[in-house]
């Protein structure tokens, strides 16, 4: 069955600190695995898109890996901020986007 | 701000009743995705749209339907509905499918009571 497991659950870190979040599949065929930050509410926001030959993407303090071998992705967060707190959350589709799975996300909070 | 709306941003209704939730993409952008997103589900992906054509299906119940319109916007429509569908509903647009980044609307959020 295809799924998509996140870890942790949740995460509280101080203002300035650097945190990883920890996302494993088994979806397959896989196509692309994509990180969203989430404020509580509002639609999620794509922060990163990996196809199976890219193995890092950075995008600002946002940086995140793809291990296709191992179906393993983390996302690292570099210097912290308030605003950083919020839900991220993996999703990986299979070839089509014909079946793509969420996984529960990771709640981060920061704290000052 | 996205630049994908979504119409009603609150909905109340009763059991059994049929609703229809709207969603107007990016300008330019040619796909349409529906997402549900509950308290013990968490998100789920419901159906895509691009062109007008219907190009991929998740979890979508029978109960539920929904279609793309020429003028590119895109309607969900939810019916016989039960306690278990509040939630909040979630449209993202894209300029194509694969990799294209999906922008997400600020979304609707229904309750059945």
């Known amino acids: 069955k295809n799924q998509v497991e996140q870890s942790p659950q949740s995460l509280i870190i101080l203002e300035g600190k650097n945190c990883t979040l920890q996302c494993n599949y088994t979806v397959s065929p896989f196509s692309n695995l994509r990180w969203y930050k989430q404020d509580t509410g509002r639609g999620p926001v794509s922060l990163t898109i990996?196809?199976?030959?890219?193995n890092t993407k950075s995008n600002g303090r946002y940086t995140a890996t793809l291990d296709a071998d191992t179906k393993q992705s983390s996302l690292h967060i570099t210097a912290s901020q308030l605003s950083d707190s919020a839900s991220y959350i993996c999703v990986v589709s299979a070839y089509n986007n014909n079946d793509m799975r969420f996984g529960a996300g990771t709640r981060l909070t920061v704290k000052p | 701000d996205s630049g994908v709306t979504q119409t009603p941003k609150h909905l109340i209704t009763a059991t059994g009743q049929r609703v229809t939730l709207r969603c107007s993409p990016r300008?330019?952008?040619?796909?349409v995705y529906w997402y549900q997103q509950s308290l013990d589900q968490g998100l789920q992906f419901l159906i895509q749209?691009?062109?007008?054509?219907?190009?991929a299906k998740g979890n979508i119940l029978e109960r539920f339907s929904a279609q793309q319109f020429p003028d590119l916007h895109s309607e969900l429509n939810l019916s016989s509905l039960e306690l278990g569908d509040s939630a909040l509903y979630f449209c993202?647009?894209?300029?194509?499918?694969?990799?294209?980044?999906?922008?997400f609307g600020p979304g609707t959020r229904l309750t059945v009571l």
């Open positions: 990996m196809t199976f030959s890219e």
């Open positions: 749209y691009y062109n007008g054509e219907e190009r």
């Open positions: 300008s330019g952008d040619l796909s």
């Open positions: 993202a647009s894209s300029v194509g499918f694969g990799e294209d980044t999906q922008y």
